[in-house]
């Protein structure tokens, strides 16, 4: 079932929490709401399960308005982020309790409990309560729960917010591919941008209550909508300059600007890996420190009468040779993003070298 | 929490019930107060100041205010002693005790004033001894006291355990590792922490007292000017058919309860025992 | 949990004046009873098992006391419920008011439903026109101990809601819930173990009430005396082995009450 949502717009007492936000989630879609945590996120996913009901604006399933639609009778099934299960409930009488509530009989219950367990790998703990359950298992019982109904939208709340790191990373996989299996249309919200690349068909951005961005993973990389995006995607570095005859120079580092006119105020993002170093005694910056993370390294420099600048190289690359503490360098934009200030997106990248 | 989910908000049946629940409030709480307070101020201030300042009324105010405070200090010394030794110290018969606290609250007061003239009475297990040592309980001054002491033990110690059961060890071994000595640990560290919950606990013990009557009236003997605290007094203006100056001196009561009470729902929102 | 390890010199003198305070003050006038109890034999509890006028007020003390649980136990839940999850103009004077019971005289409880429904009360005229008869008689006595026992359920219960949160009733509600089977089916399980503990206090407190029912009830014998009423009567009136069998008995529920709020407390610790 798809879901549309229209100019929604909600406040907390003064704070803005959702600021005009329209987007489109097609049917049968794995969609990530990414964002920093109080930039809104939660907020919509809650509006258009209706725990919370917007000021403005409206939300759509299937094209047909559900404003006036209590949660109760959305069908939309909604994991919490720290699982909110029925503490005094057994799993099987957890999952079983969208079923309990509309009156089905206790051997379809049954058999439904039956066929959850068994796909979320949670057979033989239908007796267990939750206080005895691991984390990861009450985070597969809490999406049984939800999935029980046979709802026709998922929406998940920071779904592994609250489990550590290795377990977070069997449930990503988890997730992605339960929806291949069944198919629901899915949102779910992440402050963590690896999670919601390695899992979602389609990311929304979301900053201070607005949309920045939807578009695939790989569009979002590729082609940042605006500064904040750039800024909030990846690592890297972020400068404001005014262009002149072409470039924006941040002391002796010129970043091309072709088409931007002179006098433009602009932020420049230069992403870590789109930075090539090399060695080379008149260049135009001094290496300070070089820093070995996994298979990476980390290069970090000053800029000659300018500001640090970092960037990240493979272990083995060429590029490294003889860059050490002290050293001068010379460095090539590959890749710039040009923001202007006044605009705030895109005007200008430079094309990766032929 | 403070806010609830627009999905959660109450609804028609929410509301009807809100509704009933306000009533009943309304209709058994509030409505006998506002009935003491109308009869009391029904005669002017002349006549409540009289009421207040008759001679007996006056003494038996003074005896409940002076013994209510005695009690609080001790009952904040040593409630907090004994909250500290039932969460941190381990010694046999320890789950006992921490149930035996709790005492008060199951038993009626009157049973307590029995019990202790049992104790101290003339006839009682240490009338004998008391008399030859020339001690006098019963019917006297520390009657009230030991009677007060019984009725509001638990709230000290109930209200400082639960936040001696949150506190952190690290924070203690933090400051001993910075060199502080056990005292100033226990001064800087340990009992600021502890502040909120101790005066909660001691309001609640203070406002009880003023009102306490059960225990009181069989342990004290209530001679006028002597032992009389403030609600027997009232007791006898009531028995002597004369509600009007009884509601007169209720007055300095229930302002002390309404005051009380409120200073005690905001120490415990403070101390975060918020209930 | 500290581990158990040996008390230094200074913890064990903390730890012996503690012991001594609480058996001063506690454990002493208890053993006091016990002894007298067992000094008098049996002769004590057949005072009052041959005594029509205390078994009278004993029935009416368990009369009062099941009306106050079920009264108050209803509200008491309810009421919770409406003070942690309702907002609306007046809550904070509202939890103020709630708790006024437990700071209130008795005796100034009873004289104040004397002052609604006594001589010269202001519903007087009303009740002596429709024929009925609220003050020395039952129906005072059912006002005055529900005043009495009003915040012990509401209060454990309003606790246990606001450590407990929404979370539950939300995941509830997504799930197609009704309020009522919300409430019936998560939130009043999650409440058993505080409405239990709040309930025995108010049975505690109801059995033991003495003051207000003296107040507005009058405790005439075989009419309006209660358990503890009986027992300060039978005091005026010299009747010890009465007022000491009666007492014995009160004291004995109170040590069964105790146990079953620790009882309470285990389970609830168990769950957790």
């Known amino acids: 079932m798809s879901i549309r949502v229209d100019h929604l717009y909600k406040r907390f007492g003064d704070f803005v929490a959702v600021d005009d936000v329209s987007l489109e989630v097609e049917s049968g879609e794995l969609v990530a709401f990414l964002g920093p945590s109080g930039s809104g996120k939660s907020s919509i996913l809650r509006i258009i399960a209706g725990l919370e009901r917007a000021d403005s604006g409206s939300v759509f399933f299937a094209g047909q308005a559900a404003d006036h639609l209590h949660a109760r009778a959305r069908g939309v099934g909604f994991v919490f982020q720290h699982y909110a299960l029925f503490r005094h409930m057994t799993v099987a009488q957890n999952i079983a309790f969208g079923l309990r509530v509309q009156g089905k009989s206790r051997a379809d219950q049954g058999l439904r409990v039956h066929e959850l367990l068994d796909l979320m790998g949670l057979a033989g703990l239908g007796e267990r309560y939750p206080r005895q359950l ?221 | 929490m403070d806010r609830v989910s627009d999905a959660l908000n109450p609804g028609t049946g929410g509301r009807v019930v809100r509704g009933a629940v306000l009533a009943y409030i309304g209709l058994l709480v509030l409505l006998p107060l506002v009935a003491l307070l109308q009869r009391g101020l029904a005669g002017g201030m002349d006549a409540l100041w009289q009421a207040i300042s008759a001679p007996g009324a006056r003494h038996a105010l003074t005896l409940t205010l002076w013994s209510a405070a005695v009690m609080t200090l001790i009952n904040a010394l040593m409630g907090t002693a004994a909250a500290w030794v039932l969460v941190r110290y381990r010694f046999p018969g320890r789950t006992f005790l921490s149930t035996l606290v709790d005492l008060p609250f199951a038993i009626p007061t009157l049973v307590t004033g029995v019990m202790l003239v049992l104790l101290y009475g003339p006839r009682g297990l240490m009338g004998d001894w008391l008399a030859t040592s020339g001690l006098k309980i019963a019917f006297a001054p520390p009657g009230i006291l030991l009677a007060l002491l019984f009725v509001t033990l638990p709230f000290v110690v109930r209200a400082v355990e639960p936040v001696l059961l949150e506190q952190d060890p690290a924070e203690e071994e933090a400051a001993r590792t910075l060199g502080a000595d056990a005292f100033t640990v226990f001064l800087r560290v340990l009992l600021p922490p502890l502040l909120p919950a101790i005066l909660s606990g001691s309001v609640r013990s203070f406002a009880r007292a003023l009102g306490e009557f059960g225990s009181i009236v069989v342990v004290s003997g209530n001679i006028p000017y002597k032992t009389l605290t403030a609600p027997i007094y009232l007791f006898g203006e009531i028995e002597a058919g004369d509600p009007q100056a009884a509601a007169a001196v209720s007055l300095v009561l229930l302002l002390f309860a309404v005051a009380l009470t409120y200073a005690g729902r905001a120490l415990e929102r403070w101390a975060g025992v918020d209930a | ?260 709020l620790e009882w309470i407390k285990r389970r609830r610790d168990k769950e957790k």
Not at chain 3, 192 to 200: A, E, M, P, Q, S
């Open chain 1, 134 to 354: 691991s984390g990861g298992q009450r985070q597969r019982v809490a999406l049984a729960r939800a999935l029980a109904p046979q709802p026709q939208v998922l929406l998940l709340d920071e779904p592994f917010g609250a489990v550590d790191a290795r377990v977070r990373e069997e449930l990503r996989h988890w997730l992605r591919r339960l929806h291949d299996e069944v198919h629901v249309t899915s949102i779910f919200v992440t402050h963590d941008q690896e999670e919601a690349f390695s899992v979602a068909d389609k990311v929304i951005v979301i900053n201070r209550g607005r949309v920045e961005q939807a578009a695939s993973p790989a569009d979002i990389l590729d082609h940042p909508a605006t500064e904040f995006v750039a800024r909030f995607i990846g690592d890297a570095n972020v400068y404001e300059g005014k262009a002149l005859g072409g470039v924006v120079p941040i002391g002796r580092l010129e970043i091309p600007a072709a088409g931007v006119t002179d006098g433009t105020e602009v932020s420049a993002v230069l992403r870590f890996y789109d930075l090539k170093f090399w060695k080379e005694d008149q260049g135009i910056a001094r290496v300070v420190r070089t820093m070995t993370l996994g298979d990476r390294v980390k290069v970090e420099a000053v800029i000659d009468d300018g500001p640090v600048i970092y960037s990240q190289f493979p272990r083995r690359s060429s590029l490294l040779a003889g860059i050490e503490p002290g050293c001068r360098i010379h460095i090539e934009v590959t890749l710039a993003r040009l923001y202007p200030k006044d605009a705030g997106i895109l005007v200008s990248t430079t094309p990766p070298p032929a």
């Open chain 3, 1 to 260: 949990m500290p581990e158990r390890k040996r008390l230094n010199p200074g913890q064990k003198l903390l730890l012996a004046l503690v012991l001594a305070y609480l058996g001063l003050i506690l454990a002493l006038p208890l053993a006091a009873l016990a002894v007298r109890a067992l000094e008098s034999g049996p002769g004590m509890l057949l005072a009052i098992f041959s005594d029509p006028a205390a078994l009278e007020g004993l029935k009416l003390t368990l009369v009062l006391a099941g009306i106050a649980l079920v009264g108050n136990g209803l509200v008491g839940v309810a009421a919770a419920l409406v003070l942690v999850r309702h907002r609306f103009f007046g809550r904070g004077l509202l939890d103020t008011l709630v708790d006024l019971p437990l700071a209130v005289s008795p005796v100034m409880t009873g004289l104040a439903f004397l002052l609604l429904f006594g001589r010269g009360g202001w519903f007087e005229p009303w009740l002596t026109l429709a024929g009925i008869k609220v003050s020395f008689a039952f129906p005072g006595m059912v006002l005055a101990t529900l005043f009495v026992t009003f915040p012990f359920t509401l209060r454990e219960v309003a606790y246990v809601l606001l450590e407990l949160g929404n979370d539950e009733e939300e995941a509830a509600v997504t799930l197609g819930a009704s309020p009522w089977q919300t409430f019936l089916l998560v939130t009043l399980p999650n409440l058993r173990f505080g409405l239990g503990y709040g309930l025995v206090l108010t049975l505690a407190r109801a059995l033991g009430e003495f003051g207000a029912v003296l107040v507005i009830g009058g405790a005439i014998s075989g009419q309006t005396q209660t358990a503890t009423t009986f027992i300060y009567n039978a005091l005026e009136e010299r009747q010890t082995p009465a007022a000491y069998g009666m007492a014995l008995i009160l004291a004995t529920a109170s040590v069964l009450f105790l146990l079953s």
